[in-house]
């Protein structure tokens, strides 16, 4: 579980630049290493979206089937939508399970 603390630190950096990732899933982690020191990046960052003005992404939802957060949730601002993403693909990392969607 180390190795996903990385992924925290890679999305909370991206947050603190106002970067919203809006792709996180398990197939945009890239694992560099040997055994004893793994790195992980976060890649695919085509469709992230800069939020210089604090902004709330209405009316978009990107990103890959089963880790999208669903356009009923609109409320929730463009971090914690990246949180519920990132919390899916480290489920899916962690346990082999890969989410569908359905």
Known sequence: LGELAQLVRIVESAHLALLEHRDITPSNVYVTGDGSSLRLLLTDWG???CHND?????????GTEGYRVSVSDEELY?????????????????????????
């Open 78 to 102: 463009w971090k914690q939508r990246d949180l519920v993403r990132l919390v899916y693909t480290c489920f899916s990392i962690h346990t082999g399970i890969v989410l569908t969607g359905e």
């Open 47 to 49: 469709a992230s979206k």
């Open 54 to 62: 604090g902004g709330h992404c209405a009316h978009e939802n990107p």
